[in-house]
C-alpha cells in the first residue's frame, strides 16, 4: 500500500531525513516534508508537532521523526492523542513497534543508526500490519 508519510527532522537529523525522505519517496510513498530543511540548529518539537499533527487530522497515515536521540522528538509528538511514536534502531525493533503496538511513527536516532540501517528500519515498519488481538487490548489502554 502506498501510503501517506509525514517526515520532520531537527538539525541533527536533517542528513538522515534528506535519504529516508528520497528512499520512501523511491519506494511509491507520498511524503509531506514538515522540515527542517537545513542543518542550522532548530528545536525538536516544531518538527514533532506538525508531523504528530498531520497523523491527527488524516493528513498522513504515518509518520517519520529524526533527531539525535529520537527521545525528544519522541516525546514532544507522543504528547499528541493517538500518536504512538516509537524509537528504533534495528529492523527488529521497528517489525515490534508496528506488529505489537501499532506505533505510527517511526523515529529514528540520527547519532546512532547508519543510513543503510535507518532504511531497512524504515522498509520493516511500512511492511508490518498491526498484530491486534491480545495486543489490541494493550494499545487501547494507552491513551490517559
Known sequence: MAYKIAIGADHAGFLLKQAIKKHLENAGYTVTDHGTYGEA???YPDFAHPVATAIEKGEAD???LICGSANGISIAANKHAGIRAAICWKPEIAELARLHNDANILSLPARFISEEEAKKCA???FSTVFEGGRHANR???IPC
Open 41 to 43: 540548529s532548530v528545536d
Open 62 to 64: 504515518f509518520g517519520v
Open 123 to 125: 522498509d520493516v515498519f
Open 139 to 141: 494499545v487501547a489502554k
